[in-house]
């Protein structure tokens, strides 16, 4: 089985439900890689061509999938970076004032520990997600953790408060990854069509596929739409109606400025 088909069997369509946009663009990077291979094997067939020749039009011919490619890396990169913040988000925001001095002597308690044992506190499954979320309330107050330590936490906390949203963003991250297997195996197909070293190869995209910016507004435009639409699936009932509810609100804010 080809690199191709092999990635593209591997998508799990319950993605679909939430990264919709990252499977277009995984079949779109691979049928680039996929068309070159077809040229080149077509070329090698053609008799009348030098082998200079054969390279030259593999050349040109890898210039015009390269937009292909182009995009496909641009969503990959928008997709890892709303990735990053969407976990954040998550995060609960305190609004129990009653648990306030409850939170408050936690975090006291928290100070009174070295930092490797607030580590240990806070990393253990058993301890109660509201020592979690008065860590995060004034993380900034409590001596610091290790970003893996930190990360570790977060979606301790998050199972317990986010389950079903946890689970589409790890989902999620499966779908990124093959995106990112994918332009990585058709990075190496250009980059060998295109016959540049590599770290000529980005100077080389941008003169056959230069950014435009109003397609590339359109195409973030067109991501957080579908990114919106895909995450509100994963809500509970009353936080997709509170949504709803928030989005028709800006639409009639806009409208009437």
Known sequence: MSASKELKSRWNPKFDSH???????LHQVLDAHDSIAAKRAALAKDANLSDVGRASELKKFAATEAPRFAKASRLLEMTKAKAG??????????????????RRETRDYLRSLSAAKMTEVLSD??????????FFEAEHLLPPVLPENRERMIDDLLTRTAGPQ????????????????????AAGTFLDAADVPLPLFDNWLDQ?????????????AAFN??????????????????????LLAANVAEATA
Do not use: N, Y
């Open 19 to 25: 990264s919709l946009p990252i499977r277009k663009q």
């Open 85 to 102: 913040t969407a976990k954040l988000a998550l995060l609960p925001a305190v609004k129990d004032k009653t648990g306030e001095s409850i």
């Open 125 to 134: 499954p058993k301890t109660p997600a509201i020592v979690l979320e008065s």
């Open 166 to 185: 946890m689970v589409a963003l790890r989902e999620q991250e499966s779908a990124v990854e093959l995106l990112t297997a994918a332009v990585r195996v």
């Open 208 to 220: 056959v596929a230069p950014i435009d910016l109003k397609e590339v507004d359109a195409e973030t």
């Open 225 to 246: 739409a579908e990114s919106v639409a895909a995450g509100a699936k994963a809500l509970p009932f009353e936080q997709r109606k509170s949504l709803i509810d928030q």
